[in-house]
């Protein structure tokens, strides 16, 4: 296992997770379209989720839409 | 008519979406006020609250233009890192960006904002600064690339209206060919009046519509005003004078005498 943050919050995963397996384990699949992410403060485009393999220490940082003014 | 970022719009009035009491209210002030803008945001989201996608949902379902912003940033680096997180939800080039300096007046830091506008710019976004009344400031952002700008009122949220109405006339007279609109610290339509009055190009609020007693009417109070300031400002205001001049002629009148002025 190898530990990183998820939203600041610490978070334990398989050595050699994927960001894609990641984010639909948290969020499930369904809401998975409606967030980005940014690892490492650097963003990180959907197509790319699956190519992105996490590393510990990692920072991962998800958003979804909210009200704003 | 008139034409924002390239797109043909008929209202002035942009809408924030946050501090509703429920969604059906906002919903339904958004509709009042005519708004075809409007802001978001996002949150980071924690995977038991599923309250973003309802809200995201609902306002698919409106079909507006969407503003996101980088409402949390403080600097240049994450404000960027945002705006393309939003881009890539809301589908959108468009973005209000906010660089805050300050916790207690949410004033916008200037070096960061610049910073963060320039890169952004270049990464192909429509710019939206959040910026201060600084003339300077405003020709940096313009120096940059950003067509639109956001000068404050007041504060975020005061509700203290036109602070500075000088400093809001300078940026008016000194950049005719910038989209101005303003931005943060309306209270009242009245003072949204007053700013369309200057030739203001748009008024975005939030809290002044969804604080309100009654939010959907004053949406549609905010509406009127600032189509009558829009009016008011093409049609041509009297210039204000010192000295009385009657709107009725007193020449022969009865009981009108030619005083001497003392």
């Given at each position: 296992?190898?530990k990183l943050t998820l939203?600041?919050?610490?978070?334990?995963?398989?050595?050699?997770?994927?960001?894609?397996?990641?984010?639909?384990?948290?969020?499930?699949?369904?809401?998975?379209?409606?967030?980005?992410?940014?690892?490492?403060?650097?963003?990180?485009?959907?197509?790319?989720?699956?190519?992105?393999?996490?590393?510990?220490?990692?920072?991962?940082?998800?958003?979804?839409?909210?009200?704003?003014? | 008519?008139?034409?924002?970022?390239?797109?043909?719009?008929?209202?002035?009035?942009?809408?924030?979406?946050?501090?509703?009491?429920?969604?059906?209210?906002?919903?339904?002030?958004?509709?009042?006020?005519?708004?075809?803008?409007?802001?978001?945001?996002?949150?980071?989201?924690?995977?038991?609250?599923?309250?973003?996608?309802?809200?995201?949902?609902?306002?698919?379902?409106?079909?507006?233009?969407?503003l996101p912003n980088t409402?949390?940033?403080?600097?240049?680096?994450?404000?960027?890192?945002?705006?393309?997180?939003?881009?890539?939800?809301?589908?959108t080039s468009w973005i209000?960006?906010?660089?805050?300096?300050?916790?207690?007046?949410?004033?916008?830091?200037?070096?960061?904002?610049?910073?963060?506008?320039?890169?952004?710019?270049?990464?192909?976004?429509?710019?939206?600064?959040?910026?201060?009344?600084?003339?300077?400031?405003?020709?940096?952002?313009?120096?940059?690339?950003?067509?639109?700008?956001?000068?404050?009122?007041?504060?975020?949220?005061?509700?203290?209206?036109?602070?500075?109405?000088?400093?809001?006339?300078?940026?008016?007279?000194?950049?005719?060919?910038?989209?101005?609109?303003?931005?943060?610290?309306?209270?009242?339509?009245?003072?949204?009046?007053?700013?369309?009055?200057?030739?203001?190009?748009?008024?975005?609020?939030?809290?002044?519509?969804?604080?309100?007693?009654?939010?959907?009417?004053?949406?549609?109070?905010?509406?009127?005003?600032?189509?009558?300031?829009?009016?008011?400002?093409?049609?041509?205001?009297?210039?204000?004078?010192?000295?009385?001049?009657?709107?009725?002629?007193?020449?022969?009148?009865?009981?009108?005498?030619?005083?001497?002025?003392?």
């Amino acid at each position: 296992m190898i530990k990183l943050t998820l939203n600041q919050q610490a978070f334990s995963v398989k050595e050699g997770s994927d960001l894609l397996a990641l984010l639909q384990s948290r969020l499930g699949p369904e809401l998975v379209p409606f967030c980005a992410v940014a690892v490492n403060r650097r963003f990180v485009p959907r197509e790319r989720y699956q190519q992105i393999i996490l590393e510990e220490g990692d920072a991962v940082d998800l958003v979804l839409p909210m009200q704003g003014g | 008519m008139w034409t924002l970022a390239d797109r043909l719009l008929s209202s002035r009035f942009l809408l924030g979406t946050a501090h509703y009491s429920s969604l059906e209210i906002m919903q339904k002030a958004i509709h009042a006020s005519g708004a075809e803008i409007v802001t978001v945001s996002l949150k980071r989201q924690l995977p038991q609250d599923k309250s973003g996608a309802d809200f995201w949902s609902q306002l698919q379902a409106l079909h507006l233009q969407l503003l996101p912003n980088t409402a949390g940033c403080r600097r240049a680096e994450e404000a960027v890192t945002l705006a393309e997180m939003a881009r890539e939800i809301f589908q959108t080039s468009w973005i209000k960006l906010e660089v805050i300096g300050d916790d207690y007046n949410l004033q916008p830091d200037p070096f960061e904002l610049v910073k963060a506008a320039r890169i952004l710019v270049q990464k192909g976004f429509e710019v939206f600064p959040y910026t201060t009344d600084d003339f300077v400031l405003a020709e940096r952002l313009v120096d940059c690339g950003c067509r639109i700008l956001m000068p404050w009122a007041s504060p975020i949220g005061s509700g203290k209206g036109l602070l500075n109405p000088y400093a809001l006339e300078v940026l008016r007279a000194r950049l005719p060919k910038v989209t101005l609109i303003i931005d943060a610290g309306i209270g009242k339509p009245s003072q949204a009046l007053q700013a369309m009055e200057l030739g203001y190009d748009g008024i975005l609020l939030n809290s002044a519509v969804a604080l309100a007693t009654k939010p959907v009417l004053m949406a549609k109070a905010f509406r009127e005003a600032i189509s009558a300031g829009r009016a008011a400002f093409e049609a041509g205001c009297m210039p204000e004078r010192n000295l009385a001049s009657p709107s009725t002629s007193l020449l022969d009148t009865p009981f009108w005498r030619q005083e001497k002025q003392k």
